[in-house]
């Protein structure tokens, strides 16, 4: 897709939020921190919902195990692909990640990251351009501060959704990694 198709979400106060977290390892990957974020935004008044891709478990009020996808399965990917097409905000609640593709699979629909700076995430979402970087730890009551924020701020929403897109379409793709890749090589290689 052209940046001049790309038309950022809107985040519409009498609709409820979409959350989307992606990972197949429960503790990890900060499941319970989005569950808690997912469940305060509720008890504060703000519809809000939270599908969990990637793995099984309990499924509770506004909180939806989605399971795993086997993305070689035509049918499958375009199920897994939906809900990035669903979210407005990625949660990326990660204890550890030494980087972690899935921001930029949401990068690609425009669908800016909440996440920490845990490990290596940091070269992946990069703070208020394709995403929020809280501090390593935070609690769900952080990530919760900050979707209600934007909740209530719809313009830098969609600034932010802008930013995401424009970021993926520069440094979050394949082409644009094989071309980094490339220089860095021919650089290395003429060096010697």
């Not at 921190?33 to 935004?41: E, W």
């Not at 897109?165 to 290395?188: M, P, V």
């Amino acid at each position: 897709h052209e940046e001049d198709d790309f038309k950022p979400k809107s985040i519409d106060k009498n609709q409820p939020l979409h959350l989307l977290m992606v990972g197949k390892e429960f503790h990890r990957k900060g499941v319970d921190i989005a569950i808690t974020a997912t469940q305060l935004l509720n008890a504060q008044g703000i519809p809000t919902e939270l599908r969990i891709a990637g793995q099984d478990g309990q499924n509770l009020e506004n909180i939806t195990f989605m399971g795993l996808y086997t993305k070689e399965d035509p049918e499958q990917l375009v199920q897994y692909i939906n809900n990035y097409r669903w979210a407005h905000f990625f949660m990326f609640p990660s204890r550890f990640d030494a980087a972690g593709i899935v921001p930029s699979e949401a990068a690609g629909f425009g669908v800016p990251t909440i996440t920490n700076a845990a490990g290596g995430i940091t070269t992946t979402v990069k703070d208020k351009v394709s995403g929020i970087v809280l501090e390593k730890h935070s609690p769900g009551s952080e990530y919760a501060r900050v979707i209600e924020h934007y909740r209530n701020h719809p313009d830098e929403y969609q600034a932010l959704c802008r930013s995401t897109y424009e970021r993926y379409l520069t440094e979050l793709n394949w082409n644009a990694l094989g071309d980094k890749l490339f220089s860095l090589i021919q650089e290395l290689t003429h060096h010697k």
